[in-house]
């Protein structure tokens, strides 16, 4: 039996919320029937963050107080485009990240997950609030934003240099797709988008690589996007679907082994979980071997991102692919 965690990223969820068929009552009711830990996301689900009211805080600590949930993460966005002439300036930033440190520990979790596009200077001038709060800043190493980005090895630079425990990595997933997502290219399908192009993704991907590595040189476009790809994109659909296919990285499973010590969490992205009770991109119980045998003991959090490619008049289906997927989570788990 592997020490790695179950938990559920509110994420799932977030139509179910948007359109009020489960308000934060039922969120909470339906993931203790689940047994798995809870991960928030405190900018959809709480007015006024980073700076709730007293009674929204009240309703907090009466779930918390009925349900007794295990308290894993709280995903923040520093909004830092807040104001439609500017950006935040550092100083803002900052201030707004110490108001979000705060407000995790008030809640109850020990971690925030910050967003992939977090300035990385702002880090250090936090960091004794981190300690006084004991909230870990945890970056979400995203796909499309993955190892190689620039602004993520600005940030993994100040990580090393402060080398702390309040200062850690969340790993999204969807940095390790073996084929294209095949709900996001149905729904471009059903937009139009022409064959060609969803079957030269399909044939990078069974290449063992992926279109952000196929479409570039040295960070930028290159002549196989401007000969193969540019040539295929006519209508604006397949312009969008160019550049959303990008975002599903096709990476080893070594590309973590020297950022396994900094690795506080994992999102278990999912895209759609088949019959037959796998994830049709991703090999998690590859994975989950994978970050047993480097001692993981953490938390994979099911974050189901499918819901955005469901086809007009088909049905949302987050409750069963969140069901499906701690299903086989427990089980890769529990055969280790």
């Excluded at 992939?116 to 945890?138: G, H, M, R």
């Excluded at 759609?272 to 994978?290: A, Q």
Aim: charged share 25%.
């Amino acid at each position: 039996m592997s020490n790695i965690k179950r938990s559920v990223s509110m994420y799932s969820l977030q139509d179910e919320y948007a359109r009020g068929s489960m308000k934060l009552p039922e969120i909470f009711e339906y993931l203790n029937g689940m047994g798995t830990g809870l991960e928030f996301i405190s900018d959809q689900m709480m007015h006024n963050t980073p700076e709730p009211t007293e009674e929204d805080l009240k309703v907090w600590d009466s779930l918390v107080e009925k349900y007794e949930p295990t308290l894993v993460c709280n995903d923040i966005f520093i909004n830092t485009c807040l104001y439609k002439n500017r950006s935040f300036t550092k100083k803002e930033s900052i201030n707004a990240l110490i108001k979000e440190i705060k407000l995790a520990n008030r809640l109850g979790f020990k971690m925030v997950r910050l967003v992939s596009k977090t300035q990385a200077d702002i880090i250090e001038p936090v960091l004794s609030y981190a300690e006084k709060y004991n909230v870990i800043l945890s970056l979400e190493i995203h796909a499309g934003m993955s190892f190689d980005n620039p602004h993520t090895q600005e940030f993994v630079e100040v990580m090393r240099k402060l080398n702390s425990p309040y200062v850690g990595l969340t790993i999204d997933t969807g940095i390790f797709c073996r084929r294209q997502p095949r709900v996001f290219a149905n729904y471009f399908r059903h937009l139009g988008v022409n064959e060609e192009l969803i079957a030269l993704t399909d044939k990078v991907f069974a290449s063992g690589s992926d279109m952000k590595v196929y479409n570039t040189e040295n960070g930028k476009p290159g002549e196989r996007f401007a000969k193969d790809v540019a040539a295929l994109i006519k209508t604006p659909a397949e312009t969008q679907y160019a550049f959303l296919a990008d975002g599903y990285e096709n990476s080893p499973f070594d590309i973590l082994d020297e950022y396994m010590p900094y690795a506080t969490h994992f999102h278990g992205k999912i895209f759609e979980m088949t019959e037959e009770g796998i994830e049709y991109s991703i090999p998690f119980d590859e994975l989950i071997k994978y970050l047993d045998q480097k001692g993981y003991k953490g938390y994979i959090s099911t974050e189901y991102e499918g819901n955005r490619w469901t086809l007009p008049g088909s049905p949302m289906k987050e409750k069963e692919n969140t069901e499906a997927h701690q299903a086989l989570l427990k089980k890769c788990i529990e055969e280790l």
